[in-house]
């Protein structure tokens, strides 16, 4: 951890530092938490500052002219003098081209960079430095194809690509830096540009986090406000920027009400959840899998899992899971009672698709680094064959495969193992692309099945009263009369839950807390599920089909020939999609 007044300069400087060095790259590109706070060392003492000031008076503090713009604000030099020189350049220029900028500096964003590119090359001429910081590039350079693009947005877009490889820029002391949040939002042709170097500016790691929540409470004993220890807090605000940590302290220190691991937790689910609104929601987990009802062998291997990663050993941790079966057999269930037993963060993925180009992969982009900065996390993707899309995909400009191949990209990467643990949840496992499931990404496949055995049955009972808080003076013998025999045996976990949760509402109606067994009777006897027999039956045998561990497969499947099973499948396509 470092300690009080250490100082470490942010790793994109540096990374920065290294390739302007090699005299090859003058165009950088920087993108992700570039709204958040960065350490600065000025006279000795470290204070947290924008970006645009740590440019400005760190990274770039010994070039002659620094010049900041963007499409709102217009053209700004904040070095003493600079902007003087620069105005008795412009005077210079409405000479040469005939224009009267000095009075008034162009707004139009064509006309402030060919202003800003005749100024860098008379710099250059002269052996001075420059550094041009154009903030919110998207809105100068937007994503979207070429023949959609205003004159404007064209002529920038030529501008700044070549800007990127003149020899000129190259050989003098001139740096380019465009800052977007979201790659996705940039024009392609920048982003893939061979010339332009790309720099992410990732969330503060956990010795950052400590720096900065040591500097915020200026000496004071972090008891004083805490009822957690310092190094806690540091970990447990994981996938948060310095400005959401600024914000939790806030209120101990001007307020002066205690933070604790409960309010940590809940002030960091709801900046993130805000941050992504809309994108993600935080499942909290009530339970641990020995709430999960059935599934021995699965809840087996799961169990290993947790237990390997509480003994940290991340490297035999799989990539993630395919969890498949029926309609109605718990598979989030058991996912969010997975992370419960673990006890780490899970977020289930909502939509992230939007009808505007580039704001998909935006939104995209913006989830896989925050998951990456939670981690250890659980990501849940229900529906998941709906969910991908494929590298194929057509009718969308792209957008599909493009989602598809980010997704797939970030999943294989084997520095996450451990961290992110993935969920693919779906009935349907035969439409989720092949390259998705995997080995190094959804590893091990998890099949789910509905109560087969009386004594499964019977499980489910004792667990779903529990879950949903169902008190009855319903004796054993009533139960394995009534729960086990009326209808029991065809009907999934979803369907016993719906049952059990109408006999309490029939004892409700009668004025009752406890459900008698006559409620029970009743809710079996007026219960019809719905009927697809069709699909039930074949997504059951394709979860037979994609399961990778004989175990988890129930009697009569285990004795099954796969050929036999293939053949039913195809019978029951036909049947399905014909009707």
Known sequence: MPKN????????????????????????????AVRDLVPLRTKGEVRYATLEEYLEKDLFAQRSAIIFYDRSRGLSLPKAGAMKEFMAFVKAYDTAASTKYSQALPTDAPSVLRLIERFIRTRVAEGKGVAVIVDYAEQIAPAGEGAFLSDADRSCLITLRRWARDPDFLRGDVTIVLVTEQLAELHRHIVANPYSEI?????????????????????RRFSSIAGLKMEAAAKLTNGLSLTHIRQILAEPLRLGRKITTATLMRRKKELIEAECHGLLEFVEPEFDLDMVAGCKQ????????ARLLKEGRLDVMPMGWLICGPVGTGKTFLATCFTGEIGIPCVKILNIRSQWQGVTEANLQKLLSIFKALGPVGVIIDEADAFFGRRDASGDSGTSSRVFSALSSFMSDTAHRGRILWFLLTCRPDLLPVDLKRQGRAEEHIALFGPATATERKEFYSVLKKKNGIETKASDDDIEDIFLDCGAPHLSGADLEAVMIRAKGVAAARGFQAVAAPDFQSAFENFLPPVYAEEVEYQTLLAVMECTSRRLIPEPYDKMPRESIAERLRQLRIIIEGG
């Not at 007044?5 to 993108?31: C, K, L, N």
């Not at 720099?199 to 040591?214: K, N, Q, S, T, W």
């Not at 699965?298 to 899992?305: H, I, N």
């Open 199 to 219: 720099v992410d500016v990732e969330l503060p790691d956990e010795a950052r986090r400590h720096a900065f929540i040591r500097h915020e409470i200026k000496g």
């Open 5 to 32: 007044g250490e100082y470490a300069q942010p790793a994109f400087a540096r990374e920065m530092a290294d390739r302007y060095f090699t005299s090859t790259i003058s165009q950088f590109i920087m993108h992700g």
């Open 298 to 305: 699965a809840k087996t291997e799961l169990r290993t899992a």
